[in-house]
């Protein structure tokens, strides 16, 4: 969804008798505040997508000599950018052909080979770095991408009008004033039911496959 097609929803419902709708056209946006609502609509999107796996990346990671931590951090590589955290390895055992029926998955968590000591760093033992090197390959989560007014969103078409409880929430309640902080928060609180009846239905097919040495089936919407 474009952000212009998204606002223009906002004007006709959340926010329609506000000040943020341009008095002299119905259904528009006063540019005045477009640069708040791409804000807080940039702001909606990273809350939404690190709340769910909805993104996903992969990094080739090869090891160094005598080095057992990496960072995952936008330091490290700008790979790591919109990284939120890492959901699994992907290597094939040392000597094999890469190819993938030879791939086997290891999920940090649950794997005492590979360990997460940090929310931004993995480190791997020396047994498994010898097993698996020289590289792996690491799977994980990503934030959706800032947008711009020209922009396109990319969401699971169900999760726009979460977004739209989010954006018109947190707008309202920065209005101030008893009735507008009011509403604000009841918005607020349906976009954080929304999201919760979504995880526990799986509107949005999130959900992980955590066993170990299987093929990792990807059922998020990318």
Same mark, same amino acid.
């Given at each position: ?21 341009? $008095? ?32 996903? &990346? ?6 160094? $000599?005598?080095?057992?931590?990496? &960072? ?12 939120? =955290? ?14 993938? &029926? ?15 000591? &940090?929310?931004?760093?993995? =480190? ?59 509403? %604000?928060?009841?918005?607020? %609180? ?5 999201? %919760? ?17 299987? =093929?990792?089936?990807?059922? %998020?919407?990318?």
């Amino acid at each position: 969804m474009l952000f212009t097609d998204f606002t223009r929803k906002l004007a006709y419902t959340q926010l329609k008798n506000t000040a943020v709708v341009d $008095a002299q056209d119905l259904g528009e946006i006063d540019p005045g505040h477009e640069d708040q609502l791409l804000e807080l609509t940039n702001q909606g999107l990273v809350d939404i997508s690190t709340r769910m796996k909805l993104f996903e &990346s992969t990094y080739a990671l090869t090891f160094l $000599a005598n080095t057992n931590i990496y &960072s995952l951090t936008e330091a490290a590589d700008v790979a790591f950018t919109d990284y939120v =955290r890492l959901l699994s390895v992907h290597a094939v055992p040392r000597g094999e052909d890469a190819i993938p &029926s030879n791939e086997k998955m290891f999920i940090p968590k649950t794997n005492n080979q590979i360990t997460i000591p &940090s929310p931004y760093a993995v =480190r791997f033992t020396d047994a498994f770095m010898e097993d698996y090197g020289p590289a792996v390959d690491l799977k994980f989560q990503t934030k959706h991408p800032v947008i711009t007014v020209m922009d396109t969103m990319q969401l699971p078409i169900h999760l726009y009008e979460a977004l739209a409880l989010y954006v018109s929430g947190l707008y309202l309640s920065h209005m101030g004033g008893e009735e507008h902080s009011k509403k %604000g928060d009841s918005y607020y %609180g349906l976009y954080l039911k929304m999201m %919760g009846d979504d995880v526990i239905d799986n509107k949005s097919q999130t959900s992980e496959l955590v066993d170990e040495d299987t =093929r990792f089936a990807d059922r %998020g919407f990318v």
